[in-house]
């Protein structure tokens, strides 16, 4: 049991971009959830409300909403008995306390009346199961059911519904585990726990399997490169650079969600890299540099009929990304094979580079106008990558999101997400004033930023981490890099980030987060860019010692720093920061208009 919980923690939970994504990520990602719970004789009132609060604590977790998560909770003993159906309870605090108020229902085990009520009632539309998203059933139990014949029948009729993803969780010595995994969508959904008080040790596992489930997105992207005469073996060089900043946005853990291939052509096309040999990213990523320039024609067509020969298995999203600066050598066949290209449904975008481009056929090329981006020369080519993510995470999503009621295949969990910001993996420490001059309301808006700035990454060790510190006359320390190690476990860290008030002790933040935050014992990193983002509404109570922390700091870490209003020094702001990053905003509810930005220099810099 425990090899299955590391396999899973090590799987984690990575998701798509939020900023583009149709719906936000998972956790925060809807899905429909109905709890299913044993309240059977054996376990007594005080165990039953055990599993209330496992139920509570794992709800909570979830962003709950009538277009975000909805949950339900059925319980069951001798007869079923629904709680709330999931149209219900749309306010987390509501749902919280209904969840609490359960009451213990004694009886036999006869768990296959529960499953039935969840397949005929609670997962109809009429008790709000309507929308397409993953319905995960959640079963709680200590016990054999009465019946397991009948419950295995009703758990086969449950589970023909392509978008149900059973999870079974068995607490205590009498479960059987053979009855866990029958119920289970797979042996990677069924838990166990040694006792009632044990269940909270599960419940981080839980989520991420949960969370995986509302993921399956598979993604192969091919990447179809001008190798041409007019490129030149360095700006051939600069395209497979740019592959690999787009290759190291995307996720590879184990099973390869998603999967990379590279065509290169000028009088022939030759496949480099295969989607079979899509190892894992660092492979992948040295492979990618090792592809030769050719040198000759542009036949851009034989380019992309070798893109298309090689997503013509690929199930999922289709990607195809075309790079060439010129015109090709054949525009009708061009023309031909980007039409073939689109008719199989493989997403085309195309990039242009410098001014000898036919604009005419790139709009041929890609698959509709959006797709195409035009940069004046090689070196600009990382700046677009960002776009170009987003729209495939976007793409990705639309993708399995109408083809999820038809689609019944044994899925892996594969995510498409953004994994960091170029081709480094970044630490990022936020420093937020939380003194009075800010008051709690606006407080609550700088951390609702802070949530949407980290959203946007996937967060993990080879990716993008996050520590917080919070100051006002003291300093507070939210959490280091090293506290939380998932994504939706950072952003519900961030969430819960609490006004302090009083004074502004901006040099205090600065010292702690160069002697404590930024410490390799506290999970910075070594191979990682080391970012620090301060936010301020005023100015410090010292500024000379603001200063001398700043340059120490300097030293150890780009600093960025924001001021909102008017009240701010804007001579401070540039001592706090480390080459003129500075970015003010007029008010806290223009925060928002500078994510972008931030990202961006965040990006840059490192
Ligand atoms: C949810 O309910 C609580 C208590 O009933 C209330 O204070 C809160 O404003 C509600 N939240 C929303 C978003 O409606
Ligand atoms: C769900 O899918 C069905 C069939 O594909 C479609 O008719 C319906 O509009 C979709 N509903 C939502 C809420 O997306
Ligand atoms: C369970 O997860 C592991 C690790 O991701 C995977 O190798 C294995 O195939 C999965 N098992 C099933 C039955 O899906
Ligand atoms: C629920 O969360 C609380 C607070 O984090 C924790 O103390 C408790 O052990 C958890 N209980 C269960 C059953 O998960
Ligand atoms: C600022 O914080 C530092 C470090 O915690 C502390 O030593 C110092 O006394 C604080 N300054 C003020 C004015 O509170
Ligand atoms: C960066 O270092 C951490 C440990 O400090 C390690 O776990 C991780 O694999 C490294 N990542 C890369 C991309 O080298
Ligand atoms: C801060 O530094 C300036 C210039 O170095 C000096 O004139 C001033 O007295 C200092 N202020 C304090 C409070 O130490």
Avoid at 2 to 23: P, R, T
Avoid at 280 to 304: F, Y
Avoid at 483 to 509: D, E, F, P, W
Wanted: hydrophobic share 35%; aromatic share 8%; proline share 2%.
């Amino acid at each position: 049991m425990n090899g299955l919980l590391y396999i899973l923690i090590a799987v984690g939970s990575l998701f798509c971009n939020v900023a583009v994504a149709i719906d936000k990520s998972c956790p925060f990602n809807p899905v429909d959830i109905v709890f299913v719970l044993d309240g059977s004789g054996s376990e007594g009132a005080a165990n039953f409300n055990k599993q209330l609060m496992f139920v509570e604590n794992i709800t909570e977790q979830f962003e709950i909403g009538e277009d975000h998560t909805r949950v339900s909770l059925v319980t069951f003993g001798t007869g079923s008995h629904n709680e709330f159906y999931l149209n219900q309870y749309y306010n987390k605090t509501q749902l919280l306390s209904q969840i609490a108020k359960a009451h213990y229902p004694n009886g036999e085990t006869n768990t296959h009346y529960a499953i039935n009520f969840v397949r005929t009632n609670t997962l109809t539309a009429m008790h709000g199961a309507e929308r397409n998203v993953t319905k995960l059933v959640i079963v709680l139990t200590d016990g054999r059911s009465l019946e397991p014949s009948a419950l295995q029948y009703s758990v086969k009729e449950l589970k023909k519904n392509p978008l149900v993803t059973t999870i079974a969780v068995g607490i205590g010595g009498s479960v059987d585990p053979q009855e866990l995994l029958m119920i289970a969508k797979d042996a990677n959904h069924t838990f166990q726990v040694s006792s009632f008080d044990a269940l909270n040790t599960i419940q981080g596992e839980v989520t991420d399997t949960a969370c995986n489930a509302c993921n399956n997105i598979f993604s192969d992207v091919c990447f179809v490169l001008d190798s041409s005469g007019s490129e030149g073996a360095i700006n051939f060089h600069k395209q497979l650079e740019f592959v690999n900043i787009v290759v190291n946005e995307f996720s590879f853990e184990d099973g390869a969600q998603t999967r990379v291939c590279l065509v290169t052509f000028a009088n022939n096309a030759h496949t480099e890299l295969h989607l079979r040999n899509s190892i894992n990213k660092e492979t992948i990523m040295s492979n990618v540099l090792k592809v030769p320039w050719s040198n000759g024609e542009t036949m851009t067509n034989k380019g992309l009929d070798n893109a298309r020969n090689e997503l013509h298995r690929s199930i999922g999203s289709k990607v195809v990304i075309v790079l060439t600066d010129g015109r090709s050598t054949e525009p009708d066949l061009t023309q031909r094979s980007s039409e073939h290209l689109h008719r199989t449904g493989i997403e085309t975008f195309v990039v242009g580079i410098g001014n000898n481009v036919d604009r005419n056929e790139l709009r041929v090329i890609a698959s509709d106008r959006d797709h195409v981006f035009n940069v004046g020369t090689f070196d600009q080519l990382p700046q677009i990558h960002q776009d170009i993510v987003d729209k495939i995470c976007a793409t990705a999503k639309r993708i399995t999101t109408s083809t999820s009621t038809t689609t019944t295949t044994t899925t892996l969990p594969p995510t498409t997400t953004k994994a960091a910001c170029g081709l480094k993996p970044a630490d990022i420490v936020f420093v937020l004033d939380s003194s009075d001059s800010e008051g709690a309301d606006n407080f609550k808006t700088e951390v609702d930023f802070v949530y949407d700035f980290a959203a946007q990454f996937s967060i993990g060790a080879n990716n993008v981490q996050f520590s917080v510190v919070t100051f006002s006359s003291d300093i507070r320390n939210d959490f280091f890099f090293n506290k939380h190690h998932h994504r939706h476990t950072v952003l519900q860290a961030i969430r819960n980030i609490q006004y302090m008030g009083q004074g502004t002790n901006t040099s205090g933040a600065l010292n702690f987060v160069r002697t404590q935050s930024l410490l390799p014992l506290h999970g910075a990193r070594t191979n990682s860019s080391k970012f620090v983002i301060v936010i301020t509404d005023g100015r410090s109570d010292n500024q000379n010692q603001t200063k001398l922390e700043a340059n120490l700091l300097h030293k150890q870490a780009q600093v960025i720093s924001v001021g909102i209003g008017p009240a701010v020094d804007r001579a401070e702001l540039a001592n706090i920061a480390s080459n003129h990053h500075v970015v003010t905003v007029n008010s806290f509810a223009l925060l928002k208009t500078i994510k972008r930005q931030l990202t961006d220099l965040a990006c840059e810099s490192g």
